[in-house]
């Protein structure tokens, strides 16, 4: 886990979680043992809508271009919440603390 953006709106965290290959899978023969997959994501919180989105896959891939061709323009404080918000609409899981 790694925080990647917190501003006053906005938080993002990356997740890269390391998974053991399956041994003996039938749908994949040619996978050699041992071999480590990693699954992750992007969780963006919106903090005063106080939701949260978890984004994956290719989702997560779109997201990763769009901030790095945003970060070679050096962007303001302003454009990186913009570009978030275009995600947090998608956000439904409210944040609860515990």
């Known amino acids: 886990m790694q925080m990647l953006y917190n501003s006053e709106n906005y938080a993002v965290v990356h997740f890269e979680v390391d998974v053991a290959a399956p041994t003996g ?7 050699p043992e041992g071999i480590a997959l990693t699954r ?4 963006i919180v919106d903090k005063h809508a106080r939701r949260e989105i978890f984004i994956e896959g290719a989702l997560a891939e779109h997201f990763k271009e769009g901030v790095q061709a945003l970060i070679s323009a050096s962007p303001s ?3 990186v919440d913009d570009y978030l918000a275009g995600y947090t609409v998608l956000a439904q899981q ?5």
């Open 25 to 31: 899978f039938p749908m994949l023969p040619d996978m």
């Open 40 to 43: 992750g994501g992007y969780e």
């Open 77 to 79: 404080d302003e454009d």
């Open 94 to 98: 409210p944040v609860v603390l515990h």
